[in-house]
């Protein structure tokens, strides 16, 4: 039974909305803890490490999201023994997935620090963690937050494919609104309103952001 | 974990995935020239056009970069229709890619031309040499060298993202995975496979653009 379009399906969609916040948070916390990983590995000074994070960001990045979700959604159960929600399975891809890129960001934010900062720590009897510590995270995290805010702008748009694998977030409300109301124009348009009403502002802070840091230098 | 693998059926299948392969190939080649052209284009509006196409293009860049893909690509095929424009699902994916890829690539366009600094235009003219001369000398190659990095990380990205056209079933390959999974039940072997095709892919292009980037800008 087709029912018409109104604006309590612009509500639908918008409480949809939420769940394509949260997962983007929860890939953000979950990315966020490989990155810092995958970042470190490959500025450390042990060989071995800097060529396994290199592996796993060349590994992600070569391989498109959609593989990611759908490997993970029926590789899980095989690895845990037990059927996984999408809700996990979509998690734990987005977080792999959202280290790699997140890992290269702050890796090169790190080695936009000058070479004499590490030696001026090692000069000082600061050993390779407290270098890091004390001397280049510090100046590091402030070039690395343009860049992490226009990465969450990508990580946004990319929860939508979230959708393939029964996720309900934003563009699934839309695909069952629009099986409902059989006006694909109107609610697929509504959808990517919404998510531009995310996603740009976003865009304009790390602009922002970034234009402020090259002042400041 | 007491899961048998089991890949047989998926090998029984090589000549569908080939090609899937192909079409993925196909699409991305269609993308990529159609994005360098929309992208040159509106790089120039951007740059030299005038106001009022100028900002259409901005706001033409903003809308695609900030909202999903997969989104763009139901508009194309599935909203389309409504305005009386019924694509197939090929066309449909050439077109929304072509219009995402565009986008992008504007951007990336817009800042190598924006990076060979005025004075050095001005310098080629007191030089003599003719617009079309400082053009091809002082901007063009200069340009390229800054855009290419960045340009070619983005065709591949864009490879990766044909993936999404399978959601309209263009027979790409995803599409021809989850049409493998339907007739095999081995889902997690075919995912499996099919993702470690696109990281070959992925890699083989990724080597191919070394490799033209150090034949074109090496010697230098």
């Given at each position: 039974m087709i029912r018409e379009f109104a604006a309590i399906d612009v509500y639908y969609l918008l409480l949809a909305a939420r769940w394509t916040l949260a997962l983007t948070a929860l890939a953000f916390v979950g990315g966020g803890l490989?990155?810092?990983?995958?970042?470190?590995?490959?500025?450390?000074?042990?060989?071995?490490?800097?060529?396994?994070?290199?592996?796993?960001?060349?590994?992600?990045?070569?391989?498109?999201?959609?593989?990611?979700?759908?490997?993970?959604?029926?590789?899980?159960?095989?690895?845990?023994?037990?059927?996984?929600?999408?809700?996990?399975?979509?998690?734990?891809?987005?977080?792999?997935?959202?280290?790699?890129?997140?890992?290269?960001?702050?890796?090169?934010?790190?080695?936009?620090?000058?070479?004499?900062?590490?030696?001026?720590?090692?000069?000082?009897?600061?050993?390779?963690?407290?270098?890091?510590?004390?001397?280049?995270?510090?100046?590091?995290?402030?070039?690395?937050?343009?860049?992490?805010?226009?990465?969450?702008?990508?990580?946004?748009?990319?929860?939508?494919?979230?959708?393939?694998?029964?996720?309900?977030?934003?563009?699934?409300?839309?695909?069952?609104?629009?099986?409902?109301?059989?006006?694909?124009?109107?609610?697929?348009?509504?959808?990517?309103?919404?998510?531009?009403?995310?996603?740009?502002?976003?865009?304009?802070?790390?602009?922002?952001?970034?234009?402020?840091?090259?002042?400041?230098? | 974990m007491n899961y048998r693998f089991n890949f047989r059926d998926i090998w029984a299948q090589t000549d569908f995935i080939l090609e899937g392969i192909l079409v993925t190939l196909a699409l991305t080649v269609v993308t990529m020239l159609s994005g360098l052209v929309i992208g040159t284009l509106g790089a120039a509006a951007r740059v030299h056009g005038p106001r009022w196409l100028s900002t259409m293009v901005a706001a033409y860049v903003e809308v695609i970069r900030n909202t999903p893909l997969i989104v763009q690509l139901f508009l194309v095929?599935?909203?389309?229709?409504?305005?009386?424009?019924?694509?197939?699902?090929?066309?449909?994916?050439?077109?929304?890619?072509?219009?995402?890829?565009?986008?992008?690539?504007?951007?990336?366009?817009?800042?190598?031309?924006?990076?060979?600094?005025?004075?050095?235009?001005?310098?080629?003219?007191?030089?003599?040499?003719?617009?079309?001369?400082?053009?091809?000398?002082?901007?063009?190659?200069?340009?390229?060298k800054v855009i290419y990095p960045a340009l070619s990380s983005q065709f591949v990205l864009i490879m990766l993202a044909t993936s999404v056209v399978s959601q309209i079933s263009a027979p790409d390959l995803f599409h021809v995975a989850s049409i493998i999974q339907s007739r095999t039940f081995r889902d997690f072997e075919i995912y499996a496979v099919v993702s470690g095709i696109y990281l070959a892919l992925a890699l083989a292009m990724k080597l191919g653009f070394a490799a033209i980037h150090h034949l074109a800008f090496g010697r230098r």
């Amino acid at each position: 039974m087709i029912r018409e379009f109104a604006a309590i399906d612009v509500y639908y969609l918008l409480l949809a909305a939420r769940w394509t916040l949260a997962l983007t948070a929860l890939a953000f916390v979950g990315g966020g803890l490989f990155g810092i990983v995958v970042a470190l590995m490959r500025v450390s000074p042990f060989m071995p490490l800097r060529a396994l994070g290199a592996a796993y960001v060349n590994v992600v990045q070569g391989i498109p999201l959609l593989g990611w979700l759908f490997v993970f959604f029926f590789g899980l159960p095989i690895l845990a023994s037990v059927q996984v929600s999408s809700w996990v399975a979509a998690t734990v891809a987005f977080s792999f997935y959202a280290g790699a890129f997140l890992g290269e960001i702050w890796r090169g934010c790190l080695q936009a620090i000058p070479r004499q900062q590490w030696e001026a720590g090692a000069a000082l009897g600061l050993g390779f963690g407290e270098q890091l510590r004390h001397v280049i995270v510090p100046q590091a995290v402030r070039v690395a937050i343009p860049p992490t805010v226009g990465f969450l702008v990508q990580l946004i748009k990319n929860t939508s494919l979230g959708a393939v694998i029964g996720f309900v977030e934003l563009t699934r409300e839309g695909q069952l609104t629009n099986a409902a109301t059989y006006r694909p124009f109107t609610v697929y348009i509504a959808v990517a309103a919404i998510y531009f009403a995310m996603c740009f502002p976003l865009t304009q802070l790390s602009r922002r952001l970034e234009r402020r840091l090259r002042v400041a230098r | 974990m007491n899961y048998r693998f089991n890949f047989r059926d998926i090998w029984a299948q090589t000549d569908f995935i080939l090609e899937g392969i192909l079409v993925t190939l196909a699409l991305t080649v269609v993308t990529m020239l159609s994005g360098l052209v929309i992208g040159t284009l509106g790089a120039a509006a951007r740059v030299h056009g005038p106001r009022w196409l100028s900002t259409m293009v901005a706001a033409y860049v903003e809308v695609i970069r900030n909202t999903p893909l997969i989104v763009q690509l139901f508009l194309v095929f599935f909203g389309l229709p409504s305005a009386g424009i019924r694509l197939d699902a090929m066309t449909a994916s050439m077109i929304a890619l072509g219009i995402n890829l565009g986008a992008y690539s504007t951007e990336i366009i817009r800042a190598g031309l924006e990076a060979i600094p005025r004075t050095q235009v001005e310098a080629g003219r007191c030089l003599g040499l003719s617009g079309v001369q400082v053009f091809r000398h002082v901007v063009l190659f200069p340009a390229i060298k800054v855009i290419y990095p960045a340009l070619s990380s983005q065709f591949v990205l864009i490879m990766l993202a044909t993936s999404v056209v399978s959601q309209i079933s263009a027979p790409d390959l995803f599409h021809v995975a989850s049409i493998i999974q339907s007739r095999t039940f081995r889902d997690f072997e075919i995912y499996a496979v099919v993702s470690g095709i696109y990281l070959a892919l992925a890699l083989a292009m990724k080597l191919g653009f070394a490799a033209i980037h150090h034949l074109a800008f090496g010697r230098r």
